[in-house]
């Protein structure tokens, strides 16, 4: 593939609205076709640890996925993190004194190992890294461009990052305003049944609760039917 058609490609990725996953799996596919490997595997640096998590890969690891993690440094992953610089082994990898060997992982006793880093805004936030079962001498080429999809996809990764975690903001925003409105309205729906019943406040939050329960529907469900029927009940004595 030539760099001037996967920079097409990639422009045509980047402009869509693919999700994390998604954009990962583009990357594998990006990968396989630029290298011609046979494995790939996609690490994201996690904000909230700063660990090398791995989050997609060619081979099917489903279990493996968020629960291999690296710190900054370790292995020549977090090497590639740490001194934002691609690392290429032409053969037996694992004699590499950065190595670090994961039992569940089939690609680490392939030969051949390069791995790039993800860059978005001159920072790293993940790492390429890419398996040749034989011995395989990665041209400059590849690198090149290999390394060009790291530095092309990490801009997308982090503009994917950015719309789903301005999605959680606006999903937790909306459902605390849920439960605001629900605990105003339970507050009405107890003030109603306190002077219906002359019951205290505790009290007439139990008979809610507990005639929530036997009748297995939401509180506020509950709430919303005495509250209905206390304003039919005020209209009917009006007319």
Not at 188 to 205: C, F, M, S, V
Request: one cysteine or more.
């Amino acid at each position: 593939m030539s760099q001037i058609s996967l920079l097409h490609r990639i422009s045509r990725i980047v402009s869509s609205e693919l999700s994390i996953d998604e954009m990962l799996g583009e990357i594998v596919g990006l990968t396989v076709q630029v290298t011609n490997c046979d494995a790939c595997l996609v690490y994201l640096i996690e904000r909230e640890t700063n660990e090398i998590v791995l989050r997609a890969s060619q081979v099917p690891h489903q279990s493996d996925l968020g629960n291999i993690r690296l710190k900054v440094g370790e292995g020549v992953t977090g090497w590639v993190v740490e001194h934002h610089s691609a690392v290429a082994l032409s053969s037996n990898a694992r004699a590499d004194s950065r190595f670090k060997l994961f039992q569940a992982l089939v690609e680490d006793t392939y030969e051949a190992f390069l791995s790039v880093p993800l860059v978005s805004g001159g920072d790293v936030i993940g790492v390429i890294n890419v398996h040749h079962r034989d011995p395989h001498e990665h041209t400059a080429d590849e690198i090149s461009l290999l390394t060009f999809v790291g530095e092309q996809m990490g801009g997308a990764i982090r503009k994917s990052f950015l719309a789903e975690e301005n999605a959680r903001l606006q999903e937790e925003t909306a459902e605390m305003r849920r439960q605001l409105e629900t605990r105003k309205i339970v507050e009405r729906a107890k003030g109603i049944l306190q002077h219906r019943h002359n019951l205290t406040e505790e009290d007439a939050y139990l008979r809610l609760r507990n005639e929530s329960r036997r009748i297995r529907r939401p509180m506020r469900e509950l709430a919303e039917a005495i509250i209905l029927s206390e304003d039919l009940s005020r209209k009917s004595e009006k007319s």
